[in-house]
């Protein structure tokens, strides 16, 4: 298999499956090294009249190093490989090479890096960065449950540069 850029406007996907169900990995490069982290958190629509992906990212996981380091990062989609990506989601890269110990085959599409076990990456161009503040949450009970330790996501929005499936 090999990952073929697709048309945006005929992309079909279930983000709430794909996203929220099979989790994604959220990957970016720094100085030659990669680093990536599971997600079941993140967005897809359009905003600024542009086609985008919003992901989230504690303060303390260190991909977060890496794609504030990167004017890029990838949202790589999976159809099974729980396991794995409940360790990538569950170890962090500073204390080991988490990647080889799943055995993924990173590769690079659209000039960034994903992974061949993947089905879609998605290459997105930084256009934003914030961070939830507290004090604007509507419904508070998801600061109490969501955030005991103060730890608020930073999100990221990007815009979408390519779809790629591999076929």
Request: proline residues 3%; aromatic residues 14%; neutral net charge.
């Amino acid at each position: 298999m090999s990952y073929q850029k697709v048309d945006i406007k005929t992309y079909a996907l279930k983000p709430f499956e794909a996203i929220g169900e099979k989790w994604t990995l959220i990957t970016a490069e720094k100085d030659g090294v990669i680093n990536t982290m599971t997600a079941s958190w993140a967005g897809i629509g359009v905003l600024w009249s542009k086609n985008v992906v919003t992901v989230y990212i504690r303060p303390q996981r260190y991909t977060r190093e890496f794609v504030e380091a990167n004017g890029y990062f990838t949202l790589t989609l999976f159809d099974g490989y729980q396991k794995e990506l409940a360790v990538l989601g569950s170890k962090s890269g500073r204390d080991g090479d988490k990647i080889k110990e799943v055995g993924f085959h990173a590769e690079t599409v659209g000039g960034q890096p994903t992974f061949a076990e993947g089905t879609t990456a998605i290459v997105c161009k930084k256009l934003y960065r914030g961070r939830f503040a507290p004090e604007e949450f509507i419904e508070t009970g998801i600061v109490s449950s969501c955030y005991p330790a103060k730890d608020f996501h930073y999100f990221y929005v990007g815009e979408v540069v390519g779809i790629y499936e591999n076929r």
